[in-house]
């Protein structure tokens, strides 16, 4: 114990951070990080609201451990850490509040673990600056309480890069255990959540590892990154005809991976579009998008005060992760959403938090209450931008969900009540709202034959659904046609045992 404390107390001399030891949930400055992660979770509720529906991927993950509806067509890109994450609550209540309440709750408990790994490398003032600056962008926001992986890849890449560095600065024979635990669980995360992108955002990590020899270290990444990749190839085999299959399968479902240049639409995409596709809309205003250009130039300026600190390694890694996990979706993809660079945002963070905080007080006498008003009303107009593309966001989320309830209760009012089957267009959505399964002979989700709609159709109520006006499917000719809201309903005719009722 006194070896311990003397070495915490020659960091504290170096300008290091100071901890507690023995008792890490002590430590200096852990109220100010439980603060941000508090004020992140009530910012969920409130601007976004429990109220908030389950969007079109939200019902697919949903559905998978539901208690509303049949499990939806999962896609070969997809992977099932958001239904595990989610099965606490779904496996047995159909509350859409109470779900949104438990990820607000987790999301900002999962903030606060991800920024104390950080402790021994920033101070609290600079980790709770960054927790804030990822916490604050309108996307962060509007993801931390949804049923989708990003938020939780940009989690587990911060919990996973943070004590990989624990890991590698511990030059004595006893490794930081808990550490290593950590390095495993934060690629498990990545890896459950989307088994891609936990890849490219380890990249550099799994380059160090190469020249470093650390066994343990190296185990327990590659252990984390087995936990969840592995459960993805496995269903591979047992459901796509092996991995070469399912990733051909998914690049064709995400319009053919290769070099697209897609910086342009992600800048589109700020505006408050959660899916850019096609991404042809004219760019936002500038206001709008500046955050998006300054946020990696503070990070380099964070790169230069560590390297002017002589800390650079906790500095440059973070920065190196986030530039691999961007790859994919800024020039490997033809599309664009916002939630896609949630774990690029959240690496650079960090940085740029510790830019902001020298920019605050290394001015000496007169400068430093001018470039302490510069970085407020810089961060004032920041939140202001967040605020409103994140409002707007929301009124357009829920109006549009809306319309789908509208149409639930078209369709229940028509007959198709559980079981039932809904096709055509929105038709995952819509049918676990309605409590019924979802098919198409065709598309990204085809799972069924026109032959097999048919045959269903004999035996439970179905209906087809198509943009107002459109004709109905090939196998829909025939049907009653019902307009509902924003869509017709095309509706089978009763199933004879239906007739009997």
Do not use: K
Not at 230 to 236: L, P, S, T
Not at 373 to 400: F, I, K, P
Not at 453 to 475: D, E, F, K, Q
């Amino acid at each position: 114990m006194a070896e311990g404390t003397n070495a915490t107390l020659a960091g504290a001399r170096r300008g290091e951070p100071a901890t507690v030891p023995g008792v890490p949930w002590r430590a200096p400055g852990s109220w100010l990080l439980a603060a941000v992660a508090g004020a992140f979770t009530v910012a969920q509720l409130v601007l976004v609201g429990p109220g908030l529906g389950l969007g079109w991927d939200e019902t697919v993950y949903v559905s998978q451990i539901s208690a509303q509806a049949p499990p939806a067509f999962f896609s070969a890109p997809r992977a099932r850490g958001v239904p595990l994450l989610v099965a606490p609550v779904t496996s047995w209540s159909t509350s859409t509040e109470l779900l949104r309440v438990y990820l607000a709750v987790l999301s900002g408990l999962g903030l606060y673990l991800a920024l104390r790994v950080w402790r021994p490398f920033f101070p609290p003032r600079v980790l709770a600056a960054g927790g804030a600056l990822f916490a604050s962008l309108w996307m962060t926001l509007f993801y931390g309480p949804a049923a989708m992986p990003n938020h939780w890849v940009a989690l587990g890449a911060l919990i996973c890069v943070g004590c990989f560095l624990r890991v590698r600065a511990d030059r004595a024979d006893r490794a930081d255990r808990a550490a290593l635990w950590g390095v495993a669980a934060g690629a498990a995360l990545m890896a459950w959540m989307r088994p891609t992108d936990a890849v490219w955002t380890t990249l550099p990590l799994l380059v160090l590892l190469v020249p470093a020899r650390n066994l343990r270290l190296a185990l327990a990444l590659l252990a984390g990154l087995a936990t969840g990749g592995g459960q993805w190839i496995i269903e591979a085999y047992l459901s796509h005809g092996g991995l070469a299959e399912r990733l051909s399968e998914a690049s064709r479902i995400q319009g053919g991976l290769g070099w697209n240049l897609a910086v342009d639409d992600q800048l589109r995409s700020l505006v408050g579009r959660t899916l850019c596709r096609p991404c042809t809309a004219e760019m936002p205003h500038p206001v709008i998008v500046a955050w998006w250009f300054a946020l990696p130039l503070l990070a380099l300026a964070g790169l230069a005060v560590a390297a002017g600190a002589r800390r650079t390694r906790p500095t440059l890694l973070p920065l190196a992760c986030a530039a691999t996990a961007a790859v994919p979706y800024l020039f490997l993809i033809g599309y664009a959403a916002p939630r896609f660079l949630l774990p690029f945002y959240a690496l650079l963070a960090l940085p740029a938090a510790d830019a902001l905080c020298r920019l605050v007080t290394a001015p000496r006498g007169r400068l430093r209450p001018v470039a302490a008003a510069a970085v407020a009303l810089g961060l004032a107009g920041h939140l202001a931008v967040q605020y409103v593309v994140l409002d707007r966001t929301v009124d357009r989320t829920a109006a549009d969900r809306r319309d789908w309830t509208r149409t639930v209760a078209d369709l229940h009012r028509l007959g198709v009540r559980p079981p039932c089957l809904l096709t055509g267009t929105e038709a995952i959505p819509i049918a676990y709202y309605a409590g019924c399964s979802s098919a198409n002979p065709r598309g990204h989700n085809a799972n069924i034959t026109e032959a097999g709609i048919l045959r269903t159709a004999g035996r439970v109520p179905t209906a087809a659904l198509s943009l107002p006006g459109a004709p109905p499917p090939a196998y829909a000719r025939g049907w009653r046609t019902h307009p509902s809201a924003g869509l017709d309903v095309h509706l089978a005719p009763t199933p004879p045992g239906d007739r009997a009722r």
